[in-house]
C-alpha cells in the first residue's frame, strides 16, 4: 500500500497551517452568506451535472458546455482522465505531485519521470522534453507547479502543444494555481483547449476561493476528449453546497483580484525574508507557495524542522516524499503577513 502524503494532515488545535495552499484571504464573503443561508442545498439532489456551474465557466472561459467537465475536486478528473483516452503510458515532469503517478497507475497506466535539474531552480525545459513526446501518449505537467511554484509562459506551452500535436501525445496541464501568477491571464493557454484535440486544461476553485473541503475543479479540452471524460462520471458527483458556492464565488472579481494582488505582494516579500536567512534557499515562485532548502546538510533534516517548528505552532510541508527531491526540502504557503513574519522568525530560530 503506497502512503499518500499531501499538506493539510496535521490534526493539531491553535496551528497555523502553511502546508495548505489555499487563498489566505478566506471564503469570500458572498460564498460565506451563501453556504449559511442556502441550507436547502442539503435537503435536495444537486444538479446531476452540475449544468448551471457549467454553464458559468463556459461563459467565463469563452467555450461551451460541451468544453467543460466539472469534478469533485479536479482530483476526480485526474483519475479519470487515463482511463477515459486509454493511456498506456505517460510522461510526467518531477518533481510535482504525486496524484498524476497514482492516478496512472491507478488505471494500469504507466508513468515515467523526466527530472528538472535543481541548478536552474527546477525550471521545465521544453527542448529536451520535446525529444521524449513520441514514447508516450500523455504528458502530465502542472503550471505553476507544485512544490517548486515554476511557471512556463504562455509561449512555451504552446511550443509543447504544438510538438504534441504533431507526435499524438495529449498535454494534461494542470493549472491549480494559475489564479495565483502574475497576469495570469496571459499565463494560461485556455482559448487553445477547445479547439485542440491534444490539450486538457484542469483547474481548481478550492485555492483560490479556499473552499478545499466542499472539493471542486473543472476540465476544458476539445468536446470530443470532454465527452469522454464525462461519459464515466457518475450522476451527482458534485454535491449541492459545492454547486452553488462555485455559482457565487465565480461572479466574485473583486475578491479574485485582491487575492492574486494580495499574494504577489506578499510572495515577494516572504521570498526576500527567507532568503535572508543564510541555512536557507528559497526557490522563485510564481504560485500561492514556495519552496525551500537546508543548505547544511549537517544541522537537520526537513523532517526535524517540521518538529522542531510544530513545537512553536507552526506547521509545514516536509518535501522529501516528492520524486526529485530530498529530505533538506520543504515547502510553506503565502499567508497573512503577521504568520509569514513568525514562520520566518521560527525558523531563524529551529536553525540556532
Not at 442556502?38 to 460541451?66: C, F, I, N, Q
Not at 510572495?267 to 522563485?284: D, H, Q, S, T, V
Request: proline fraction near 4%; aromatic fraction near 8%; glycine fraction near 8%.
Amino acid at each position: 500500500m503506497i502512503k499518500r502524503i499531501h499538506g493539510g494532515n496535521c490534526l493539531k488545535h491553535n496551528i497555523i497551517d502553511f502546508s495548505v495552499n489555499i487563498s489566505p484571504l478566506g471564503l469570500p464573503e458572498g460564498v460565506r452568506d451563501i453556504i449559511s443561508k442556502d441550507t436547502g442545498a442539503v435537503g435536495r439532489y444537486p444538479e446531476p451535472a452540475s449544468e448551471r456551474l457549467k454553464s458559468r465557466l463556459a461563459a467565463l472561459h469563452s467555450a461551451g458546455t460541451e468544453n467543460i467537465a466539472v469534478g469533485n475536486g479536479s482530483i476526480e478528473l485526474i483519475y479519470l482522465i487515463p482511463r477515459a483516452l486509454r493511456i498506456k503510458k505517460a510522461l510526467i515532469v518531477t518533481p510535482t505531485f504525486s496524484e498524476y503517478e497514482f492516478a496512472l497507475k491507478t488505471n494500469g497506466s504507466i508513468p515515467v519521470f523526466f527530472n528538472t535539474c535543481e541548478q536552474d531552480d527546477f525550471r521545465i525545459d521544453c527542448a529536451k522534453i520535446a525529444g521524449f513526446l513520441p514514447r508516450f501518449g500523455a504528458l502530465f505537467l502542472c503550471n505553476p507547479n507544485n512544490p517548486t511554484g515554476a511557471l512556463l509562459l504562455a509561449d512555451e506551452v504552446l511550443r509543447l502543444l504544438r510538438l504534441s500535436g504533431k507526435r499524438g501525445t495529449i498535454l494534461i496541464l494542470d493549472e491549480a494555481f494559475i489564479e495565483f501568477a502574475q497576469a495570469s491571464r496571459e499565463r494560461t493557454v485556455v482559448s487553445e483547449a477547445v479547439k485542440s484535440g491534444s490539450l486538457i486544461i484542469l483547474r481548481s476553485l478550492t485555492k483560490l476561493f479556499a473552499i478545499p473541503g466542499l472539493r471542486l475543479g473543472y476540465a476544458i479540452g476539445h468536446k470530443k476528449i470532454i465527452e469522454k471524460i464525462t461519459g464515466l462520471q457518475y450522476p451527482w458527483n458534485v454535491n449541492g453546497l459545492a454547486q452553488v458556492a462555485g455559482l457565487k464565488a465565480l461572479v466574485d472579481k473583486d475578491y479574485m483580484n485582491r487575492a492574486r494582488e494580495f499574494i504577489t505582494k506578499e510572495r515577494r516579500r516572504m521570498f526576500a525574508g527567507l532568503n535572508n536567512i543564510k541555512e536557507l534557499k528559497a526557490y522563485p515562485s510564481s504560485a500561492n507557495f514556495i519552496l525551500c532548502k537546508l543548505q547544511n546538510a549537517s544541522i537537520l533534516s526537513s523532517k526535524e524542522l517540521v518538529k522542531r517548528l510544530l513545537r512553536d505552532g507552526i506547521y509545514i510541508r516536509d518535501c522529501g516524499d516528492f520524486r526529485g527531491l530530498g529530505n533538506r526540502f520543504f515547502r510553506v504557503a503565502v499567508k497573512k503577513r503577521d504568520e509569514n513574519n513568525r514562520l520566518i522568525k521560527c525558523i531563524k530560530k529551529a536553525l540556532l
